[in-house]
């Protein structure tokens, strides 16, 4: 028996892309050629932080639609069951169920998996001596969402 499923997973979509896009303007308007003709750039100070915030929301949200998808995904060829076994583990074991064997989408759910972990659950005195900065991982994002929305376009 079939039943209408209902989901926001468009909408997480949705918000992630429109995130990802102002944090791109908002990158691109902060910043203007070094007057020298070095090619460098000069980047204005931003003192309200509007990319990394827009940078966050893509980020978070991608992984609200990441998470959406693949439970949808899983119940749909597989059942209730599988997806529930299924439940805490990787992004990649995920995919991997679903029969993604594309080793860059498994590269990118990787990198997007541990960074997005750091970056939403902030520990200042655990770091691992690293620096993720958001707009980067949210180019991480964005990349994954893009790929993984067309490797399971037809499904």
Known sequence: MNSLVISNISVYKAISEEAYQKMQELIENGRTPKSDGSGG???KYDPEHN????????IVFTGMWLEALM????IKKHDIKTFKDYDFKSYEDKLSLLGCSDKNILNLAKR???CRKELV???????????????????NAHKLLISVSKYFANI
Do not use: P, Y
């Open 71 to 74: 439970h949808l995904l899983i």
């Open 51 to 58: 990319s990394f915030k827009q940078a966050m929301i893509s």
């Open 121 to 139: 659950h902030e520990k200042a005195h655990l770091d691992k001596g690293e620096i993720n900065e958001a707009q980067e991982e949210a180019n």
């Open 112 to 114: 997007f998996r541990k």
């Open 41 to 43: 750039w000069v980047i």
